[in-house]
């Protein structure tokens, strides 16, 4: 199941949240959204936590992202105060094609760009791509 709140009340930032059938918390990621005066839409990704050690190495956080992504019509994705983990995940998914580029010079923030493309072939009827990606067939 997930679960998608606000972080605090009152906040601009929301939480998605990933539980198991228990109703525990596995995965969250804490987000916001901006859209720049042009119109494009930027998933601005403050804290992301695959708890379940289970679940580590198996896309969760990929698959999440890509929910994200379609969700908010996401152009670019910037990490604000990233992790290694956060600049592991980006490479990452940067060799999977859904990012288009990586920029890591900005100073406390990452910048992806998003492969409009290749969310196509992820996200398309069929789920084939997205069937592969899931289950390493990349």
């Known amino acids: 199941r997930v679960q998608l709140r606000p972080e605090k009340a009152g906040s601009e930032l929301l939480r998605l ?8 918390q596995v995965a969250r990621v804490v987000f916001a959204t901006i859209n720049d005066r042009r119109g494009k839409s930027i998933l601005s990704i403050r804290d992301q936590e695959t708890i379940g050690m289970e679940l580590r190495q198996k896309r969760l956080m990929t698959v999440i992202h890509l929910f994200l992504i379609h969700r908010y ?3 670019s994705i910037h990490y604000v ?16 094609g ?3 580029d990586v920029n890591t010079e900005v100073g406390d923030i990452i910048v992806a760009g998003i492969d409009g493309g290749r969310m ?5 009827a069929d789920r084939t791509e997205l069937g592969k990606l899931i289950r390493r067939e990349d």
Not at 17 to 24: E, M, R, V, W, Y
Not at 81 to 96: E, H, I, V
Not at 120 to 124: A, V
């Open 17 to 24: 949240s990933i539980l198991n059938p228990a109703g525990k």
């Open 73 to 75: 019509k996401a152009e």
């Open 81 to 96: 105060t990233p992790t290694d983990d956060n600049l592991a995940q980006t490479k990452g998914m940067a060799k999977l």
């Open 98 to 100: 859904i990012f288009s």
């Open 120 to 124: 196509g072939e992820l996200l398309h």
